[in-house]
């Protein structure tokens, strides 16, 4: 049974009411695109850094979804944010999704993203984006991690419902064709990948960040040296790790050592200290 026909899950592609993504764009004419377009793509493959929108990642991420180049292994089919911890329940209480802060929206399996939710997104080089709002801290984050002579690497952020239900149907299709019964491939699936409209990568707040010196997503990212100054640092700038190893119960799912959210530095600096993820914060405050 395809995850459509299971618990009344409803998609949005082709509602009239869908508001239109905004992004931000300039206005400059077709020679000036071609020949920064070309710029952009030397930059890129050189990882050469500088200041300016859109110019976070330094180099080009890899054209394929995330979860095609993760390794999946007995022990570990880690990818973005899916992986659910089946023991989970939805045991904390937060207020309704329109009286929460932009920053602090929570999206998890109890909690599915607002329908019709649609960020003003920053594009960034590789062609990743972010919510706007969030831009700023995360280029002087990723600009200081470089400065500290790492070398990280951007290759997840925002997706659309659209990008989710494909990434989703892509897996449940390939369980199917290597034996797994049509009425488990969704249940298995959401093992692996988040069900649409429960990853928090559809609003522009998340991102996978790992090493470019290793840039699988498993439990070894957490050795890395980007992982370990991020895990340090990256509050200072409004950022947490999602998915902390032991708030698997709350949190609905697995520990993964390259997902980070924005929430704000107020939010991320009470996390840190307290040791909180998202859904404790939110239950106290």
């Known amino acids: 049974m395809s995850y459509r026909k299971q618990q009344g899950y409803r998609t949005c592609r082709g509602r009239g009411s869908r508001r239109k993504r905004r992004s931000r764009k300039t206005g400059i004419g077709l020679p000036a695109v071609l020949m920064g377009s070309v710029l952009t793509l030397i930059l890129c493959g050189r990882g050469i850094i500088t200041g300016g929108t859109g110019e976070i990642t330094g180099q080009a991420a890899e054209s394929q979804p995330v979860e095609s180049r993760a390794v999946e292994t007995a022990a570990s089919a880690d990818t ?39 960020p ?85 707040l998340a991102l996978d960040i790992v090493d470019v010196s290793y840039q699988q997503l498993d439990t070894e990212q957490e050795n890395t040296p980007v992982q370990q100054w991020l895990m340090k640092n990256s509050w200072k700038y409004g950022f947490v790790l999602r998915y902390p190893t032991d708030k698997s119960d709350i949190t609905g799912i697995i520990y993964e050592p390259w997902h980070y959210r924005y929430v704000g530095k107020e939010a991320s600096a009470e996390m840190y200290e307290h040791k909180l993820c998202l859904e404790e914060y939110l239950e106290i405050n």
Request: glycine share 6%; with cysteine; charged share 25%.
């Open 80 to 118: 973005s944010s899916g992986q659910q911890d089946s023991q989970a329940e939805p045991v904390h209480q937060v207020k309704d999704a329109q009286e929460q802060e932009w920053n602090l929206l929570l999206v998890n399996p109890w909690n599915p993203i607002p329908e019709n939710y649609e």
């Open 120 to 204: 003003e997104l920053t594009y960034l080089r590789n062609g990743q984006a972010v919510d706007s709002r969030c831009y700023p801290e995360l280029q002087q984050m990723m600009d200081d991690c470089r400065a500290a002579g790492l070398d990280p690497l951007i290759c997840a952020s925002y997706r659309t419902m659209e990008k989710q239900e494909a990434l989703f149907e892509d897996k449940e299709a390939r369980l199917i064709r290597e034996g797994c019964p049509e009425n488990e491939a969704g249940a298995e699936a959401a093992k692996v990948v988040a069900y649409p409209g429960t990853s928090e990568h559809q609003l522009g």
